[in-house]
């Protein structure tokens, strides 16, 4: 088990119930630890376990709740 973090844009975060329905929908999978979502920066931190769970598959479960996402790309 190894963890990774990954931050994510999500530009259609508007408000508070956003940013619930993308901390649940995450969190709600085995292998993701934590999930810090920034309204105003509309960014996404998650933690996880990068052998239950990869960008991949974090970028398709927001889209599957309508909130397309897009990596942010590390200095
Ligand atoms: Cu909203």
């Known amino acids: 088990m ?3 973090e990954d931050t994510f844009i999500v530009e259609d975060m508007h408000c508070d119930a956003c940013v619930n329905t993308i901390t649940k929908t995450l969190t709600s999978n085995e292998g993701v630890s934590n999930v810090e ?3 105003s920066s509309k960014e996404v931190k998650v933690e996880y376990d990068d052998e239950q769970f990869d960008v991949e598959e974090i970028i398709s479960s927001l889209d599957m709740v309508g909130f397309p996402a897009t990596i ?3 200095l």
Do not use: E, G, M, T
């Open 2 to 4: 190894s963890n990774k």
């Open 72 to 74: 942010k790309k590390k």
């Open 37 to 39: 979502a920034d309204l």
